[in-house]
């Protein structure tokens, strides 16, 4: 990657420090692509005075490669860099070698030979083993003393510091880059499934309201037409909550300049439709039984089907909870549709709903009054390592391993809402046998199963 501009202005910075310590000739040189077997040309990045880059003799600086260690080797100068004409002496010579971080002994034992050495100071970037380029710093009329090369060091070890953080900052732009334009292009295809998705909703829901109306009241199949309706009346709200969220997600996608990418992600956060805003949780309320209704129709139709048994005792005079409805809704269809799923054909589900006083002393939840809903299956039951990652997003544990569908999301989702409605959820597993009905107690085998209860706090 090229050097961006605010590392070329660090190097200049650097560079008049140099200068400042008496140097007639600096510049910092950058390796282009090592390429295995053969020579990485220096690039000069920062030079004074700048008519010192352009000479053929500066041109031919080169770092060789070395195949057989991470750490390579100190570059050869095959031409000093050159001075202004002024200031150049005759006769002098390039060392044989250049020094490394800490000035090293020439081969070259004559004092005069030492004695050039000393005006010429190339230092190595280098980078946890990896030469990135050089520092090279020279003067005519004197040689370097020790704390002006402990100096000069020192701002090499800063170019070499500032490249690696150069280097990293503009990959990670580019990865960026390349992340927005895969993100762009997954809104666009979703917003084509989406309009897609939007003719069969329409047609199912009407050909729910054309078979409920064909149906006498008296006829059983009459509750699943409605069903059928009221799913698909579900479906059509959150397609319009999802498209909302997609188009908030857009709008975060592509910020004007200025615009803070924190502020406007939680943003969406707080506008997600698996959110609720503090005011609704406070003024929210409905009745459970209302609420479990529909879900019920739509369970007991499942549930025959699959030839499982659904049994419910739900006290009909609770008082209403806070709780907002549709969340509700969302919440206990996972909990039934999970239910549903992980319970062998054959067995049992039980629905049990239950009204806690003030007074009474659950460990699960301190705020009472409260109601509590638990949803109980027969199904095997959850591993005991699973139990405490059950609530995290896309987490299925063993029930991965199972030819079973699942995203791992659901429950993530329930107890998110439950909170927000200022409630909790808790899981038995085995089965706990307080939530079973009591008149059925002795169908169900108390040591497989599991049971979710749920906690919403009274509406005062």
């Keep these: 990657m090229p050097a961006s501009s605010e590392f070329v202005k660090l190097c200049r910075s650097q560079v008049a420090i140099a200068v400042s310590l008496g140097a007639k000739f600096s510049a910092v040189y950058l390796t282009q692509e090592l390429v295995e077997g053969s020579e990485a040309k220096l690039v000069p990045i920062a030079v004074y005075p700048e008519t010192s880059a352009e000479s053929e003799e500066n041109q031919g600086l080169r770092l060789p490669s070395s195949e057989s260690s991470t750490v390579k080797p100190v570059p050869r100068l095959l031409a000093p860099p ?9 006769g002098a010579i390039a060392p044989e070698r250049l020094p490394s971080n800490e000035r090293g002994s020439n081969q070259c034992q ?5 004695w050039q050495q000393r005006r010429q100071i190339v230092t190595p970037l280098i980078h946890e083993g990896t030469v990135m380029g050089l520092l090279v710093s020279g003067r005519q009329d004197r040689p370097w003393n020790e704390p002006e090369e402990a100096q000069i060091q020192q701002i090499a070890r800063t170019l070499a510091l500032a490249c690696i953080l150069d280097q990293r900052s503009q990959w990670m732009q580019q990865e960026l880059g390349a992340t927005r334009q895969i993100q762009a292009q997954v809104y666009d295809t979703m917003h084509n499934l989406l309009h897609q998705f939007k003719s069969p909703l329409t047609a199912l829901r009407t050909f729910g309201k054309l078979l409920a109306r064909r149906l006498v009241p008296e006829d059983k199949n009459r509750n699943v037409a409605f069903s059928i309706v009221r799913e698909s ?5 959150l397609l319009g909550q999802f498209d909302r969220t997609v188009d908030t997600g857009e709008v975060n996608l592509r910020l004007p300049s200025g615009t803070s990418e924190k502020a406007t992600s939680l943003e969406l956060i707080r506008h997600s439709p698996l959110s609720l805003s503090p005011a609704t949780n406070l003024k929210d309320s409905c009745f459970v039984i209302e609420v479990l209704k529909p879900l019920l129709i739509s369970a007991e139709a499942i549930a025959s089907e699959r030839h499982l048994k659904l049994l419910a005792d739900i006290p009909a005079d609770l008082p209403p909870v806070s709780a907002n409805d549709r969340a509700l809704r969302e919440v206990l269809s996972n909990l039934i549709d999970n239910a549903l799923k992980y319970t062998p054909a054959g067995r049992q589900i039980y629905i049990k709903v239950r009204y806690e006083a003030a007074d009474g002393d659950r460990a699960g939840y301190s705020q009472l009054p409260a109601i509590a809903i638990a949803v109980s299956d027969t199904g ?12 995290e997003r896309h987490y299925r544990g063993e029930k991965a391993q199972t030819e079973i569908p699942g995203t791992g999301l659901g429950l993530a989702i329930a107890r998110d809402l439950v909170r927000q409605m200022q409630g909790e959820i808790e899981v038995f597993s085995p089965v706990n046998p307080e939530w ?10 108390t040591d497989r199963g599991t049971t979710f209860v749920v906690w919403l706090p009274v509406n005062k």
Excluded: K, M
Excluded at 110 to 114: L, Y
Excluded at 233 to 237: A, F, G, W
């Design 380 to 391: 095997s039951g959850i591993p005991p390592q699973d139990l405490e990652h059950l609530f």
């Design 82 to 90: 050159v001075l202004p004409v002024e200031e150049s002496t005759a």
């Design 436 to 445: 079973l009905p009591s008149a059925e107690t002795h169908l169900y085998p």
């Design 233 to 237: 009346d579900r479906l059509q709200e």
């Design 110 to 114: 004559g004092p005069e030979n030492v």
